[in-house]
């Protein structure tokens, strides 16, 4: 399966802020995918990043709040944008491959707002 | 959407006894995924099942598929302190295009 570089691996950030997170693939992938998670619950699906298109949001998740970008087939960027302390989480992305049933995440962003 | 309900929600045992945690869902799925995840970490895929019925073994661990590929369950056999963490399950719908719904996640510890 993929190895994922995610980075930073954390970061501590003012409100009305900004931050970006990349996410780095050894290969290309069919498929990339950003998740937010509180720490000790489980994951809740942003989008789906769409190599060359604007990526596809799920519900309560918004473009102007959550940019994303994926330029090519191995790397995504997600925007945490106007940061509030509501923000403050753990941000994955993922890789999917098609015929892989497997999903590699990557380690993971721990955003703090304060 | 399709909702995973994940039981239970914590798990706390000594060493060397048996847990199963089990994922239950209204809808059927083409895939399902088990996860562990440590502190600081990404998940990381224990197993995929995929065909209903399907039971898969990895080490100390069994992996089951409903066979109406609804619900699936994991037990641990002789548990370790090792094999404490944040235990997730993940469905895949036919027509997810890759998407997956999580289930809540079951916090196991196991304590020497």
């Known amino acids: 399966s993929a190895v994922i570089s995610q980075k930073p691996s954390r970061d501590i950030c003012q409100r009305g802020t900004s931050l970006t997170i990349q996410c780095q693939v050894d290969?290309?992938?069919?498929?990339m995918f950003w998740y937010r998670q509180q720490p000790g619950q489980s994951l809740t699906l942003i989008a789906t990043?769409?190599?060359?298109?604007?990526?596809?949001?799920e519900s309560g998740f918004v473009i102007d709040k959550f940019p994303i970008s994926r330029p090519n087939l191995t790397f995504s960027t997600l925007t945490v944008s106007n940061m509030s302390p509501e923000d403050s989480s753990i941000y994955l992305c993922?890789?999917?491959?098609?015929?892989?049933?497997?999903?590699?995440f990557g380690s993971g962003t721990r955003l703090t707002v304060v | 959407t399709q909702l995973l309900e994940q039981s239970p929600q914590f798990l706390s045992i000594q060493e060397g006894e048996n847990l199963t945690v089990y994922c239950n869902s209204s809808?059927?799925?083409?895939?399902l995924q088990w996860y562990r995840q440590e502190p600081g970490e990404g998940p990381v895929l224990l197993v995929t099942?995929?065909?209903?019925?399907e039971v898969k073994k990895l080490k100390r661990l069994t992996f089951q598929f409903g066979d109406a590929r609804k619900d699936s369950s994991l037990h641990i056999t002789a548990a370790q302190p090792g094999d404490t963490g944040l235990y997730l399950c993940?469905?895949?719908?036919?027509?997810?295009?890759?998407?997956?719904?999580f289930g809540a996640g079951t916090q196991v510890v196991v304590t020497p």
């Open positions: 993940a469905g895949a719908a036919t027509d997810s295009w890759g998407k997956l719904q």
């Open positions: 993922s890789a999917y491959s098609t015929g892989d049933y497997g999903y590699t």
């Open positions: 990043a769409n190599q060359g298109s604007e990526a596809t949001y």
């Open positions: 290969s290309q992938v069919t498929m």
């Open positions: 809808s059927v799925f083409s895939s």
């Open positions: 099942v995929v065909t209903g019925g």
